[in-house]
């Protein structure tokens, strides 16, 4: 069944032959490169930037996807849960076990040295990506991969619905790519391509004039790495900046009263999450780890701290994620909390290690902590290097983490299936019932089924408190007035070839 160009459609559509073209009447993008030059964008994040290689270890660190979006393409995007559009992909297809997905790539495509883009660069993007042995490629255990000039197919060994939402993270590179391909001036698949990187410091682009799509606006991005929220709001003010994200609520108020900036937000799956790792002997109970979830007010903190990008979770996973599942949220009382934790057996001489990277968690995580001692609990605070805390997160070096966690492709199968099984090792606890539940969520080619499966997986994972899982998050940027095209992302990865400046 063939679909409309740029047409959305549903993941488990996918089951049987399905085919989705994307931009333009002749399967290319009409876009000439006419409206580039008009002006430079400097942009600041969150997040440093200390990788631009999409495929390897640091894929999903917030800094090397925001350099991702802008540097290479994907097979295809996320336009809602379980929809999707092509990108380098022209149209896709699935055989009704959804053990096999093919996709066809664009006519004509090109890397920008001008080398053709192939299935062959594709597959080896994601044997790359497989390799790396990071967070992401968790994802794809057990597929395999072949390919052709012009398609690529995709075999998991066990039927996968999930796996289109999944690959919209993985990124083309030539297929000769190494590591050391992005030390200096990478060869790109995506609208901009790299004049100067420096990890942790600055990445400058230009448009890459190879690009298939549409050509960025803009002579010149910059996405500068300013980690401090008040440093990046006075460089906005200033003008040094044209857009910025990670926002604090009090600064927000104070940018909507600048009538030469404009304050935008969008919802997205991001959970803030604080796992608990079940693995240290102290946090083993599940009676223990729901009691320290019940002594935190996580509700006045929201209201004091976020009342303008948080809002009071109730589940694992965001609202606009396939697999959401509301659950009955758990009610702050620190008596109870403190009688739960002596009743358990809980040692209160042990200090629990309570690590983050992030300035913008600072705030939360002392008070955190503040709630816990107010019953007792020694909690020390340990504020890290964003590679540091990767490295001890892997290693299961801490007693709780606090992280914002989104879904990639609108899919429950990304975050609950690749992060608490068994075999994931991420959380410190392990539940055969959990991975049973999970691996028939991820299986069923039927919705419901699935969907049905996720909600026993959540509410297992919420009543076992693997995690305190206690704000869902909205993304807040804000512009220069003159900035023109710019759309806010709910994942907070926003794109920058639609941005233009008005001089």
């Known amino acids: 069944m063939k679909f409309p160009r740029h047409a959305a459609i ?3 559509a996918l089951l049987g032959l399905l085919a989705v073209a994307a931009c333009g009447a002749d399967g290319a993008s009409t876009g000439s490169g006419d409206d580039a030059g008009r002006g430079e964008v400097a942009v600041a994040s969150p997040f440093p930037t200390e990788s631009i290689d999409p495929n390897g270890p640091l894929a999903i660190d917030g800094g090397t996807r925001v ?44 890397f920008s040295d001008g080398s053709p883009i192939t299935g062959r660069d594709v597959a080896a993007s994601f044997e790359r990506t497989v390799a790396s042995d990071s967070p992401f490629s968790a994802n794809f255990k057990g597929v395999g991969v072949k ?3 012009d398609t690529v197919t995709f075999t998991p060994a066990d039927p996968d619905p999930a796996l289109p939402a999944k690959l919209t993270g993985v990124m083309i590179t030539p297929a000769g790519a190494t590591e050391g391909s992005y030390l200096a001036k990478p060869v790109t698949s995506g609208p901009f391509q790299v004049e100067s990187f420096t990890p942790g410091g600055n990445l400058v682009m230009v448009p890459n004039e190879k690009y298939w799509g549409e050509k960025p606006k803009v002579d010149k991005l910059t996405i500068r790495s300013i980690p401090e929220v008040a440093a990046r709001v006075t460089a906005l003010q200033t003008g040094e900046l044209d857009v910025i994200w990670g926002i604090s609520d009090d600064q927000v108020a104070q940018l909507k009263g600048n009538p030469e900036i404009k304050v935008v937000s969008a919802a997205g799956s991001g959970v803030i999450t604080m796992w608990m790792n079940a693995s240290t002997p102290a946090l083993e109970k599940a009676e223990v780890r729901r009691a320290l979830w019940q002594a935190v007010d996580f509700d006045k903190k929201i209201k004091a701290l976020f009342p303008e990008t948080g809002e009071l979770a109730d589940s694992v ?16 009382d620190p008596a109870a909390a403190k009688k739960a934790l002596v009743d358990a057996g809980f040692d209160f001489g042990k200090t629990l290690r309570f690590h983050f990277s992030q300035a913008q ?41 606090i992280q914002q966690v989104g879904t990639l492709g609108l899919d429950a199968s990304y975050n609950l299936g690749r992060l608490y099984t068994c075999a994931a090792k991420r959380t410190g606890y392990c539940n055969p019932e959990l991975d049973d539940t999970l691996k028939r969520a991820g299986t069923s080619t039927d919705p419901a089924k699935r969907q049905a499966a996720y909600a026993e997986a959540t509410e297992l994972i919420w009543n076992q408190a693997v995690g305190m899982y206690p704000m869902f998050v909205k993304n807040v940027f804000a512009t220069r007035a003159g900035v023109q095209g710019f759309v806010p992302d709910g994942e907070g990865l926003p794109r920058f070839d639609t941005v233009s400046v008005d001089e």
């Open 317 to 332: 996973i965001g609202r606009t994620v396939f697999g959401y599942a509301p659950q009955k949220p758990v009610v702050h």
């Open 67 to 110: 350099a991702s979006l802008q540097l290479y393409s994907p097979l295809l995007e996320t336009v809602g849960p379980g929809k999707f559009d092509g990108r380098a992909a022209e149209r896709w297809e699935s055989n009704d076990a959804a053990t096999e997905f093919t996709f066809t790539l664009r006519d004509g495509i090109t």
């Open 147 to 149: 390919a052709t000039d």
């Open 361 to 401: 968690f600072r705030q939360w995580v002392n008070s955190v902590a503040s709630d816990l001692a107010a019953i007792g609990v020694k909690v020390e605070v340990l504020e890290k290097e964003q590679a540091v805390y990767t490295e001890d997160l892997l290693a299961l070096n801490w007693d709780i983490n």
């Open 10 to 12: 549903a993941a488990t």
